[in-house]
């Protein structure tokens, strides 16, 4: 199903908008009154913090770790 859409900035700014494309599958959601700040960015670096440090710490930790572990094994 295919949908032309165009809301003016003064429907735009009493709300929350979100557009994403999940797999082609693209879903509009808009809602008054806005609820709460989403910001995509600060999102992104909040899980890659968090899979960096489920993952034994950060690459720079590792990779010393590696580094010594390849100068034991010789």
């Known amino acids: 199903m295919g949908a032309d859409v165009l809301i003016g900035m003064d429907i735009i700014t009493q709300g ?3 557009i994403t ?5 693209t879903v509009f959601s808009f809602r008054i ?3 709460k700040q989403v910001d995509f960015v600060q999102e992104h670096a909040e899980e890659s913090r968090r ?3 489920s993952h034994g710490g950060s690459k720079k930790n590792r990779k010393k770790r590696h580094k010594a572990f ?4 010789h």
Do not use: I, M, R, T
Not at 70 to 73: C, E, H, I, T, V
């Open 51 to 53: 899979e960096q440090f």
């Open 33 to 35: 009154p806005s609820q």
């Open 16 to 18: 929350d908008v979100a």
């Open 21 to 25: 494309n999940l797999g082609g599958n």
């Open 70 to 73: 390849g100068k034991n094994k």
